[in-house]
């Protein structure tokens, strides 16, 4: 396998969609922003977003096989992080 299809594969492995809830929560556990989030995750397949004036919010919600992990994001900062298992115990 060449490199750029190796890294293609690992990256692909980094999305929301695939990722254990385990692993979603390790790595947005210090980001700070909206644009770090974005970074590390990419775009969630759901969101909501609505302002007043210069306030601005947005829910952000990965989801993967083993549960969600839910984002309140207001004027570009991590307000609220929920990591939600729908594992049975």
Do not use: H, W
């Amino acid at each position: 396998m060449s490199a750029g299809i190796l890294g293609l594969a690992l990256l692909a492995g980094g999305c929301g969609g695939g990722s254990k809830l385990a692993d979603i929560q390790s790595k947005t556990q210090k980001i700070e922003t909206k644009e770090e989030l974005e970074k590390v995750l990419g775009k969630p397949k759901k969101m909501s977003s609505g302002g007043i004036g210069a306030l601005t919010g947005d829910t952000y919600i990965y989801e993967a096989p083993d549960g969600q992990a839910t984002f309140v994001i207001l004027n570009g900062k991590i307000m609220s992080r929920v990591y939600t298992s729908s594992e049975k115990k």
